[in-house]
C-alpha cells in the first residue's frame, strides 16, 4: 500500500475516566496496522503509577507500552511526553520526556502544565513525522471546564495541534447519552467543531437496542456514531493503566479447581506497576485475591505479594492501620510464603529512611523484619530494562528497574536473581520470604512455572507474551466488527506540523 507522507492523527477525548478510551486506542492502533499502516500511540499527559520504561531509558505510561506494542513497535519518551505518578502528601513526581522533573501538588501542577506544552508538542512532532497515522488518547474529559485554562491532556492539545477528536461514552456505567450529550454542550463552539463523531463503549446484549439513543444523541448534538461497542470480555487479560481494574475479580472459565493456590495482595493506596501480577492472574491454578482496606488478609493464602509502591514509607504505615502488618507476620508463623517486588522488598526490610523527602515528608520508619535489610532512599533513580536468571532454580528471567533506594544488609548474601552479573534482591535462611527490584520478571514463563511449582501449582503451558498479542487481535477484530473503521480513518487528518509540508 502507498503510504501517505503528510500522515494523519485524530484524537480519541472521553467523556469521564475508565471509559475505554486506553483500550479503543491500543485496539485501533492494531486494527489500522494490521491494514499496513504505520501507526503511533501518543498520550500527551497521563497520570499514573503503572508505569513502563522505554528502550530510550525513561518512563512512560503502561497503556501507551501496550499500544506501541499493539502497533509492532518499541515504546518510546515521545509516546507520553508528560507523566504524572502520585506520591504521598497530595503531591505527584513530574516525569517530563522519560525524567523526573519535580514533585508538585495539584495547584502548582496547574500552574507548571502550560510551559511544559512546547515539550508536548516537540515529542508529537518527531512521533508524527514518521508515521502514517497517530491516535492520541486524552485523559479524563474534556466537559472538565474548570480545568480548561492550560489544559494540555485534552482540548488544549488538540487545538494547539490541530487535530480532530472522537468521544468515547461507556454505556456500561449508566448515563451515556447524558455523557455525550452533556460534553458537548459543555464545550466552546470551536471545540464542538472539532468533534468528527463519538463512540459508545461497553454495551451488553444487542447493539441494535441502541438505535433509538444513537438518534437521540445525533438530534441533540449532530454527531455521527462511529459504532456501539460490545463488551470486551477479554480485557482483564491487557495490561490496566488504573488500579481500579483490580476492585474486579478474575475468575477465568479455564481455572483448575484441583490444585489452586491462592494468593494475597494489599492494596496499598500509592500501589505502583501492578501489572507485575498480570501473567499470574491468568494462571488457571492461581487464584489472587486483592485485599481492600477494612479487610484481612487470607488466611489460608499460600502467598502475600508486596507490590511495588510509589510512596513507601506512607504505604508501609497504611499497612500498619489495616492490621496488615499482624497478618503478615501471623502467615510467616503458619509457614506461609511471602515476595515483595521493589517498594514491597524493601516494606520486608529492618528499616526504610527517605531523609530528604523524595517520595513524601522526610522519615525513617521500621519495616516489617521479615529480611535482614535498610534501605534508604536517594535521588538516583535506578532505570532500565533488564535480564538474568532465577538464582533459585535458574530460570531466565527479564523485566525492567525502577526505583529509588539503596538496600544493604546480610540477607543480601542469598540474592534471588542474578541481573546483568550482579545480584539482585535478597531471600530468607529458609526460603519462604524473599524480595527483589525486578519489574515484570512474572512475564518470563519459565521462571513463573518453576516458582508457582514450588509453591505448589501444576506446570502451566501459558505463554504470557504470546497470550497478549492474541489478546491484541482479538481487540482489533473486535473493533473491525462493531466500529466503522473506514469512517474513524477518513476523519483523521493531517496535523499543523504536516501542513506547509
Not at 136 to 141: D, L, N, P
Not at 181 to 190: E, I, K, N, Q, Y
Request: hydrophobic share 45%; net charge neutral.
Amino acid at each position: 500500500m502507498s503510504h501517505n507522507p503528510l500522515g494523519r492523527a485524530l484524537m480519541i477525548q472521553g467523556t469521564g475516566s475508565d471509559v475505554g478510551k486506553s483500550l479503543i486506542v491500543a485496539g485501533l492502533c492494531r486494527a489500522f496496522t494490521r491494514r499496513g499502516f504505520r501507526v503511533r500511540p501518543f498520550k500527551p499527559q497521563n497520570m499514573s503509577n503503572n508505569a513502563a520504561v522505554s528502550e530510550d531509558g525513561g518512563e512512560i505510561g503502561r497503556a501507551q507500552a501496550l499500544q506501541a506494542r499493539a502497533c509492532g513497535v518499541a515504546p518510546s519518551t515521545d509516546m507520553n511526553p508528560v507523566l504524572l505518578k502520585p506520591q504521598a502528601g497530595n503531591a505527584a513526581q513530574v516525569i517530563l520526556c522519560g525524567k523526573v522533573l519535580r514533585a508538585a501538588s495539584a495547584r502548582e501542577y496547574r500552574a507548571l502544565a502550560p510551559s511544559l506544552l512546547p515539550a508536548v508538542l516537540s515529542a508529537f512532532e518527531r512521533l508524527a513525522v514518521g508515521a502514517d497515522l497517530v491516535l492520541i488518547e486524552g485523559a479524563g474529559s474534556p466537559a472538565e471546564i474548570n480545568l480548561r485554562s492550560g489544559d494540555i491532556a485534552n482540548m488544549g492539545f488538540a487545538e494547539a495541534a490541530d487535530v480532530p477528536v472522537a468521544l468515547v461514552g461507556d454505556i456500561d456505567r449508566g448515563g451515556v447519552i447524558a455523557q455525550l450529550v452533556g460534553t458537548h454542550a459543555l464545550l466552546s463552539a470551536p471545540e464542538r467543531a472539532r468533534l468528527a463523531g463519538y463512540i459508545v463503549n461497553k454495551f451488553r446484549g444487542d447493539p441494535r437496542l441502541f438505535d433509538n439513543g444513537v438518534a437521540a444523541i445525533g438530534e441533540r448534538t449532530g454527531l455521527s456514531c462511529f459504532g456501539v461497542v460490545p463488551w470486551f470480555d477479554a480485557a482483564h487479560l491487557l495490561p490496566a493503566e488504573d488500579s481500579m481494574a483490580l476492585s474486579a475479580p478474575i475468575t477465568p472459565a479455564a481455572r483448575d479447581k484441583r490444585a489452586k493456590i491462592k494468593i494475597a495482595v494489599p492494596l496499598l493506596p500509592h500501589i505502583a506497576n501492578f501489572d507485575d501480577l498480570d501473567p499470574l492472574r491468568t494462571e488457571p491454578q492461581v487464584e489472587i485475591i486483592f485485599v481492600r482496606p477494612g479487610s484481612a488478609l487470607p488466611g489460608d493464602a499460600t502467598l502475600i505479594i508486596l507490590p511495588g509502591s510509589k510512596a513507601t514509607i506512607a504505604d508501609l504505615a497504611a499497612l500498619g492501620r489495616e492490621g496488615w502488618d499482624i497478618d503478615i507476620v501471623a502467615h510467616r508463623r503458619r509457614g506461609g510464603h511471602v515476595l515483595g517486588i521493589c517498594g514491597g522488598y524493601q516494606m520486608l526490610g529492618q528499616s526504610i529512611a527517605d531523609p530528604d523527602g523524595y517520595e513524601g515528608a522526610a522519615a525513617t520508619a521500621a519495616g516489617l523484619g521479615l529480611l535482614d535489610i535498610d534501605t534508604v532512599l536517594g535521588d538516583k533513580k535506578r532505570l532500565g530494562l533488564v535480564s538474568g536468571n532465577d538464582i533459585g532454580g535458574g530460570a531466565p528471567v527479564s523485566g525492567y528497574e525502577m526505583h529509588l533506594g539503596v538496600t544493604t544488609g546480610t540477607d543480601l548474601v542469598r540474592p534471588m536473581l542474578r541481573l546483568g552479573g550482579r545480584p539482585d534482591g535478597a531471600v530468607s535462611a529458609d526460603g519462604k520470604i524473599a524480595g527483589c527490584y525486578l519489574h515484570g520478571l512474572f512475564a518470563s514463563d519459565l521462571f513463573r512455572r518453576d516458582f508457582l511449582a514450588r509453591l505448589g501449582a501444576a506446570p502451566s503451558d501459558l505463554n504470557y507474551e504470546a497470550a497478549v498479542d492474541t489478546t491484541l487481535d482479538k481487540l482489533a477484530d473486535h473493533l473491525e466488527a462493531s466500529l466503522n473503521i473506514d469512517a474513524l480513518l477518513a476523519a483523521a487528518r493531517p496535523p499543523y506540523l504536516t501542513k506547509a509540508a
